[in-house]
């Protein structure tokens, strides 16, 4: 099975394209302009771009030039469709004009895939991914050290809960503090350790989400509160008007994404003090977004802020840099996407984008 990035601004085409895709046996991931495809390419590595030319947020012709220019993506096969016909476009492998004729388009995807899949075995293992001898090994000793840490991390958390439950029965303050300062650092270190476990099994694609029908609004309304509750100086509101059918969805796993787009606002929210959760409903799509008005990414940062150990500020002490790498991965794996736009000194929104099943 191969990954198809499809980037497509009509809902209408992208539904139709990604199903005549996965109707041939591949995996779609759907991007729904050219910033949020070049995005998704980043993050995992397409077999196939098939893109439209006209879009917001960067064309189709500018979506190639970008992915041409940067060495692991340079080599993907691109599939450009225009009802124009944009100067350049034999830069791409193929072109095909608008209105599509379904056998033609089935034909070309399919021969770009053979083509992509001949040059990988004539070339023989890729850097796409760890295959090599050197990249098995790195990735080995990555979860050896991430498991062997587990152990020693679980008894100092609880031998320091132990301390601080006598700490408090003497009713020492400044010894309550400092215990109390111990367990947050190695709460931290705890999240640091799972982090990079995960991060290894999405890049092996050895993490399975557990898929359950679940009613979103009450999901939300769930995790807002918790975050109210958790940072009560901070305003959460939460904008979820519409009724929307129960999702099938790993709702641990989803909490975690937002878990993350929420602290992450949180940090970031500057004097504002508030954050924006809201839900809004597409043709075949429900879009979650985690909005604040802080003090917003760089516009330098902002197309790397999913990349693995990528940070959009300069303070190196606030994360590891996996957070938001994890969450665009497991958005992918609900087949769905995560975006994110923002104005330097006024905020940011990421945008979770999941699939309607109806």
């Given amino acids: 099975m191969s990954l198809v990035l499809i980037a497509e601004d009509e809902e209408a085409l992208l539904e139709v394209f990604s199903e005549v895709v996965e109707d041939l046996g591949h995996r779609v991931v759907r991007a729904h302009n ?8 980043r993050t995992e590595t397409p077999d196939l771009v098939v893109s439209d030319h006209m879009m917001p947020r960067k064309t189709g012709m500018q979506l190639l030039h970008a992915m041409r220019s940067e060495p692991a993506l340079s080599d993907v096969p691109f599939l450009l469709l225009s009802a124009a016909r944009p100067q350049g476009r034999e830069a791409a492998q193929t072109f095909l004009a608008k209105p599509v004729d379904l056998t033609t388009f089935e034909q070309a995807v399919s021969q770009a895939l053979q083509h992509r899949l001949a040059a990988r075995q004539e070339a023989g293992p890729t850097a796409r991914e760890p295959s090599n001898a050197l990249g098995l090994a790195r990735e080995e000793m990555l979860n050896w050290v991430a498991h062997e840490l587990k152990t020693p991390l679980s008894s100092a958390r609880l031998n320091t809960q132990l301390l601080l439950r006598k700490v408090h029965k003497r009713g020492i303050d400044d010894e309550r503090r400092s215990a109390e300062a111990v367990l947050r650092q190695l709460d931290r270190m705890n999240g640091l350790v799972t982090s990079i476990l995960d991060a290894s099994r999405l890049a092996d694609g050895k993490l399975e989400l557990k898929l359950q029908p679940t009613e ?4 939300l309304q769930e995790l807002v509160q918790e ?3 958790l940072q009560p100086e901070m305003d959460f509101s939460l ?3 519409e009724q929307v059918e129960p999702l099938m969805m790993d709702a641990e796993r989803l909490r975690q994404v937002l878990n993350n787009l929420l602290s992450n606002a949180v940090k970031y929210s500057g004097t504002s003090r508030h954050v924006e959760v809201g839900v809004a409903i597409n043709p075949g799509l429900v879009l979650v977004h985690v909005r604040d008005w802080g003090v917003g990414i760089p516009a330098s940062a902002l197309p790397h802020v999913f990349d693995r150990f990528q940070r959009a500020d300069e303070d190196r002490g606030r994360g590891h840099g996996l957070g938001l790498f994890i969450a665009a ?7 769905g996407s995560l975006s994110a736009r923002s104005t330097l000194g006024e905020g940011s929104t990421f945008t979770l984008r ?3 099943r109806n």
């Fill in 34 to 41: 050219g910033e949020e495809a070049l995005l998704l390419a």
């Fill in 216 to 219: 979103l609004t009450p999901f």
């Fill in 227 to 229: 975050w109210r509750e």
């Fill in 239 to 241: 904008r979820a008007m």
């Fill in 329 to 335: 991965a497991l958005a992918k794996l609900h087949g």
């Fill in 354 to 356: 999941l699939p309607r």
